[in-house]
């Protein structure tokens, strides 16, 4: 298979199993990437197509539900051997890949949001402990972090990544959260949780990414008291009028506005 080609996955086995069907039914050229069984708890197969063959498939099957589609791009880090993890965390349990998209600001790179079968919340204040650079919003229940250039944010169930490199590297961050997540649980009697909110990234990244022109307009007297109140999930990014209005002053900043806050998990609000 050349370039011009498209990746998807699926939130849910049973979908991958029907767009099989229907690829193998009409005769189509796909190939599949399968994850090895040590990702076994974060990954499910994915599928490469040219774009042709996404369009037959979807006209053949318009009610199957994939997570999303991104350029396909060759994964650079390889997944490991080994068995499959022994059982699942009490936290973490297993990970389902309901959104798959290109980095708005970079479309190199890809995002996708994971929904969890477990429960985050219990852990996130000793993850807050154990990540130095980590961003806790105990109301908000949220906990963002860098790792590498890699953006993720936590949530009680679901996880978002933006920036990966492509879907190897998705699930292989994925894979590594959950193993962080279940050795601090695991090992939570010798961590003290912190309730700290620190007030370094992810809501400075927001901050340098404003118009910085305190203008008010959002209803908050600074621009770093809107860049804070986005982050902890009080405030839709498209308040600030001089970047999302019409014409808008700092118009410009849109973009990059709009990829810090996906990458923060924050698109579900207005922009
Ligand atoms: S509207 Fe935008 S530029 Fe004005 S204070 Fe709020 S965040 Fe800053």
């Excluded at 290109?102 to 996708?112: F, G, M, Q, S």
């Excluded at 906990?143 to 890699?150: A, V």
């Excluded at 118009?211 to 009080?234: D, I, K, Y």
């Amino acid at each position: 298979m050349g370039s011009n080609l498209l990746l998807t996955t699926f939130p849910a086995r049973e979908e991958l199993g029907k767009a099989v069907k229907v690829l193998d039914a009409i005769g189509a050229a796909y190939e599949r990437i399968d994850p090895r069984p040590a990702l076994s708890l974060v990954a499910l197969p994915a599928l490469v197509m040219s774009r042709e063959v996404r369009g037959r498939l979807e006209t053949a099957a318009p009610t199957i539900v994939f997570s999303g589609w991104v350029d396909y791009r060759f994964a650079g880090a390889s997944m490991p051997d080994g068995a499959a993890p022994e059982g699942e965390g009490a936290c973490f349990r297993q990970a389902a890949i309901m959104v798959l998209g290109p980095c708005v600001a970079d479309e190199t790179k890809i995002r996708l949001i994971a929904h969890l079968k477990g429960d985050l919340g219990p852990v996130l204040p000793y993850l807050n402990a154990v990540i130095p650079q980590a961003s806790y919003s105990p109301t908000a229940e949220i906990l963002t972090f860098m790792e590498g250039y890699r953006m993720i944010a936590l949530y009680r169930h679901r996880i978002t990544i933006a920036k990966a490199d492509e879907i190897v590297d998705g699930w292989l961050t994925l894979e590594r959260i959950r193993c962080l997540v279940e050795h601090t649980w695991a090992g939570r009697s010798q961590i003290e949780p912190s309730f700290e909110i620190r007030k370094r990234p992810p809501a400075l990244e927001i901050f340098k990414r404003l118009p910085r022109t305190n203008c008010g307009r959002c209803g908050e007297p600074t621009c770093l008291a809107f860049a804070m109140r986005l982050w902890t999930g009080e405030s839709s990014v498209g308040r600030c009028l001089p970047v999302f209005e019409e014409g808008g002053a700092a118009s410009h900043l849109k973009e990059a506005l709009i990829e810090i806050c996906a990458g923060m998990g924050l698109t579900a609000v207005n922009q």
